[in-house]
């Protein structure tokens, strides 16, 4: 049996053990307002944390 302590972090996990993508930025222009957007949307998405590659 799993102390509830315990259990309570599996179902619902910090958000420093959370998905990390890969977001790849292929070089097109980036606005401000595009990257808040899309930032917005990580974040709905329950995604807080990100790893940026520029090519």
């Known amino acids: 049996m799993i102390p509830p302590a315990l259990q309570q972090l599996f179902d619902n996990p910090p958000r420093?053990?959370?998905?990390t993508p890969l977001w790849w930025w292929s070089g097109a222009k980036v606005t401000r307002d595009r990257l808040a957007w899309q930032l917005r949307r990580f974040a709905d998405g329950g995604v807080h944390n990100l790893v940026v590659i520029n090519l």
């Open 16 to 19: 420093d053990f959370g998905p």
